[in-house]
């Protein structure tokens, strides 16, 4: 779920800054993918880290004409840059489960 999350907001910003920046996208295909051992999470191994890592996001553009490999490469890093959950992922904000009632 975390890497669906990650993707989705990682293509709709794409789509967001590529508007901002007048590029001429038809299309955008985006994948999230990263390491996960169960072992932490289940209680098996409790040395084993829990979560997800190393994670990489990789967006494929689709464009309908030419466009500046320099501009392709700014829309990747405005992407990583104002992608709300990659970036609560790189800084991650102080959590807090409690319980209701």
Known sequence: ???EALAACAGVTCRSVATAMALPITGAEVEATGTFD???T???DRTADVGIS???VTITVT???DV???ALTK???LTERYCVVGQSLR???AIRVVRAG
């Open 38 to 40: 169960a072992t932490g």
């Open 54 to 56: 190393p994670i990489t």
């Open 75 to 77: 829309l990747a890093d």
């Open 1 to 3: 779920m975390l890497l």
């Open 42 to 44: 289940l209680g098996i």
């Open 68 to 70: 500046d490999p320099a």
């Open 91 to 93: 800084h991650p904000p």
């Open 63 to 65: 464009t309908s004409s």
